[in-house]
């Protein structure tokens, strides 16, 4: 009966383990990722982003501040989606605040991702001929599901 306790004691560590190495490249395997959308610029320094919103750096604070920007962090540095630009900032303030919460990737994925629910368009595509409001409907649809 001690042999089979003492199996079963063991066992979770193992799990445990292998867990936790799992998680490890996890989070390496994501920090790659993060690394190569700076690289590839898919995300921009403040200091470039602000240059190409025509705003001064300091505005993208409060926008941050006001939930109405997508921003990482990154090595105590923060980044923004350069998809965003493609919107207006204003556009881009009201889908982010109806985004929520939901997390800067996922904020940055909505914008990306070709939406069936938009003819199978990307957000900055479907703008003009769906209108905000249609993109906002979408975006609570995101940020729930």
Not at 131 to 141: D, K, M, S, Y
Request: charged fraction near 25%.
């Amino acid at each position: 009966m001690d042999s089979i306790d003492d199996a079963d004691r063991k066992k979770p560590e193992g799990t445990a383990e292998r867990n936790s190495r799992a998680l490890d490249r996890a989070v390496a395997a994501g920090e790659r990722t993060l690394r190569s959308w700076i690289a590839d610029g898919r995300l921009l320094t403040a200091a470039e982003f602000a240059l190409r919103r025509s705003v001064p750096a300091e505005s993208l604070l409060e926008a941050e501040k006001r939930g109405e920007l997508v921003v990482l962090s990154i090595d105590k540095q923060r980044w923004y989606p350069a998809v965003i630009l493609e919107v207006s900032s204003h556009d881009a303030g009201q889908i982010c605040c109806e985004l929520g919460d939901i997390g800067p990737i996922s904020k940055m994925f909505f914008f990306m991702h070709e939406h069936g629910g938009i003819g199978g368009l990307t957000v900055s595509a479907a703008l003009p001929s769906v209108g905000i409001a249609r993109v906002l409907q979408l975006a609570e649809a995101w940020r729930i599901n």
